[in-house]
Protein backbone atom coordinates (compact mmCIF):
# COMPACT_ATOMS: atom_id res chain seq x y z
CA UNK A 1 0.00 0.00 0.00
CA UNK A 2 2.77 2.86 1.03
CA UNK A 3 5.15 3.59 -1.85
CA UNK A 4 8.18 5.41 -1.09
CA UNK A 5 6.44 9.29 -2.05
CA UNK A 6 3.46 8.08 0.26
CA UNK A 7 6.07 7.07 2.93
CA UNK A 8 7.89 10.51 2.40
CA UNK A 9 4.75 12.32 3.06
CA UNK A 10 3.75 10.30 6.71
CA UNK A 11 7.37 10.96 7.71
CA UNK A 12 7.19 14.28 7.16
CA UNK A 13 3.66 15.02 8.84
CA UNK A 14 5.07 12.56 11.98
CA UNK A 15 7.95 14.57 12.20
CA UNK A 16 5.47 17.23 12.45
CA UNK A 17 3.89 16.03 15.29
CA UNK A 18 6.95 14.27 17.19
CA UNK A 19 6.23 10.92 16.08
CA UNK A 20 8.98 8.50 15.99
CA UNK A 21 7.77 6.06 14.00
CA UNK A 22 5.77 5.24 10.35
CA UNK A 23 3.62 3.15 9.70
CA UNK A 24 3.88 0.53 6.95
CA UNK A 25 0.66 -0.90 6.13
CA UNK A 26 -3.38 0.22 6.43
CA UNK A 27 -3.56 -1.17 9.71
CA UNK A 28 -0.52 0.49 11.32
CA UNK A 29 -1.31 3.13 9.25
CA UNK A 30 -5.23 3.46 11.18
CA UNK A 31 -3.34 2.58 14.71
CA UNK A 32 -0.80 5.49 14.30
CA UNK A 33 -3.47 7.95 13.20
CA UNK A 34 -5.56 7.40 16.29
CA UNK A 35 -1.93 7.27 18.55
CA UNK A 36 -0.32 10.88 16.99
CA UNK A 37 -4.18 12.23 16.02
CA UNK A 38 -6.78 11.29 18.98
CA UNK A 39 -9.06 14.16 18.11
CA UNK A 40 -8.50 14.14 14.43
CA UNK A 41 -11.91 12.08 13.17
CA UNK A 42 -14.22 14.25 15.93
CA UNK A 43 -12.52 17.23 14.48
CA UNK A 44 -13.46 16.64 11.05
CA UNK A 45 -17.05 15.19 11.60
CA UNK A 46 -17.70 18.70 13.59
CA UNK A 47 -16.75 20.70 10.90
CA UNK A 48 -18.78 18.58 8.23
CA UNK A 49 -21.71 19.06 10.81
CA UNK A 50 -21.57 22.17 11.70
CA UNK A 51 -19.31 24.31 8.77
CA UNK A 52 -20.97 21.93 5.90
CA UNK A 53 -17.18 21.50 4.93
CA UNK A 54 -17.38 17.76 3.63
CA UNK A 55 -14.35 16.29 2.32
CA UNK A 56 -14.91 14.72 -1.19
CA UNK A 57 -11.34 13.09 -1.86
CA UNK A 58 -8.37 12.67 -0.47
CA UNK A 59 -7.21 15.00 -2.84
CA UNK A 60 -8.73 17.90 -0.97
CA UNK A 61 -6.80 17.38 1.86
CA UNK A 62 -3.37 17.33 0.39
CA UNK A 63 -4.41 20.85 -1.47
CA UNK A 64 -5.28 22.16 1.70
CA UNK A 65 -1.76 20.56 3.03
CA UNK A 66 -0.20 22.25 0.51
CA UNK A 67 -2.25 25.72 1.28
CA UNK A 68 -1.25 25.25 5.22
CA UNK A 69 2.60 24.67 4.20
CA UNK A 70 3.06 27.62 2.22
CA UNK A 71 1.34 30.23 4.28
CA UNK A 72 3.78 28.09 7.43
CA UNK A 73 6.47 28.50 5.35
CA UNK A 74 7.51 32.43 5.59
CA UNK A 75 8.59 30.88 9.29
CA UNK A 76 11.63 28.81 7.65
CA UNK A 77 14.78 30.50 6.36
CA UNK A 78 14.51 31.03 2.62
CA UNK A 79 16.51 28.07 1.61
CA UNK A 80 14.05 26.09 3.34
CA UNK A 81 11.25 28.30 1.62
CA UNK A 82 12.89 27.31 -1.34
CA UNK A 83 12.83 23.34 -0.98
CA UNK A 84 9.11 24.01 0.60
CA UNK A 85 7.66 25.62 -2.76
CA UNK A 86 9.60 22.96 -4.81
CA UNK A 87 7.96 20.06 -2.84
CA UNK A 88 4.46 21.77 -2.70
CA UNK A 89 4.69 22.12 -6.31
CA UNK A 90 5.50 18.16 -6.57
CA UNK A 91 2.48 17.32 -4.21
CA UNK A 92 -0.05 19.22 -5.84
CA UNK A 93 0.92 18.00 -9.81
CA UNK A 94 0.75 15.15 -8.46
CA UNK A 95 -2.90 16.02 -6.86
CA UNK A 96 -4.08 17.25 -10.29
CA UNK A 97 -2.50 14.60 -12.16
CA UNK A 98 -4.84 12.07 -10.12
CA UNK A 99 -7.68 14.22 -10.24
CA UNK A 100 -7.48 14.13 -14.11
CA UNK A 101 -6.94 10.68 -14.68
CA UNK A 102 -10.59 10.37 -12.50
CA UNK A 103 -13.89 10.15 -14.12
CA UNK A 104 -16.70 11.54 -12.12
CA UNK A 105 -18.20 9.41 -9.50
CA UNK A 106 -21.46 7.57 -9.97
CA UNK A 107 -24.53 9.51 -8.24
CA UNK A 108 -25.72 7.91 -4.76
CA UNK A 109 -28.41 5.69 -4.49
CA UNK A 110 -30.25 4.42 -1.91
CA UNK A 111 -31.61 1.50 -1.14
CA UNK A 112 -35.60 0.68 -1.63
CA UNK A 113 -36.89 0.23 1.61
CA UNK A 114 -37.90 -3.69 3.02
Known amino acids: FFQCHTTKVVEII ?3 LGADNTPRDMDQY ?3 LNFWLPSGASKSRIRACFDNKIIRSPAEIMIH ?6 FWGGLYTPELQDQLAVGVKFIL ?4 RVLA ?12 PL
Not at 65 to 70: D, F, R, S, T, Y
Open 101 to 112: QQTRPAPLRLLQ
Open 93 to 96: SCVH
Open 14 to 16: GTC
Open 30 to 32: KNW
Open 65 to 70: VCALMV
